[in-house]
Nanobody, 123 residues
Framework: QVQLVESGGGSVQAGGSLTLSCQYGQTRYRYCMGWFRQAPGKEREGVAT???????TYADSLKGRFTISRDNAKNTLYLQIDSLKPEDTAMYYCAADRWQCGSGLISGRPAYWGQGTQVTVSS
């Protein structure tokens, strides 16, 4: 079981930046971590993943404005979003999986999820 707690969401103006955080509990195993989002009326989509060695993968449609990182010493996952657009409005979820990573996890379903943090971008 992996406990995931997101923070850092909020309401921002288009063009601004935001950094989301996800605190994850200490576990016996190391996990691939990822960020997903779900906009109103849309399906949940993968944004990015980062493996235990720090290798990152981004959804093809979202490359360029999103940066995922992790600090294993602090058990914290981050997602920096630059040049925010109204279409980035969504609930953002932190996720973890022991066996999947990269594009497979982005298109798949992670084993563990956080409760989400809301990001609202106004024009």
């Amino acid at each position: 079981q992996v406990q995931l707690v997101e923070s850092g969401g909020g309401s921002v103006q288009a063009g601004g930046s935001l950094t989301l955080s996800c605190q994850y509990g200490q576990t016996r195993y190391r996990y691939c971590m990822g960020w997903f989002r779900q906009a109103p009326g849309k399906e949940r989509e993968g944004v990015a993943t980062i493996d235990t060695a720090g290798r990152t993968t981004y959804a093809d449609s979202l490359k360029g404005r999103f940066t995922i990182s992790r600090d294993n010493a602090k058990n914290t996952l981050y997602l920096q979003i630059d040049s925010l657009k109204p279409e980035d409005t969504a609930m953002y979820y932190c996720a973890a999986d022991r066996w999947q990573c990269g594009s497979g996890l982005i298109s798949g379903r992670p084993a563990y999820w956080g409760q989400g943090t809301q990001v609202t971008v106004s024009s």
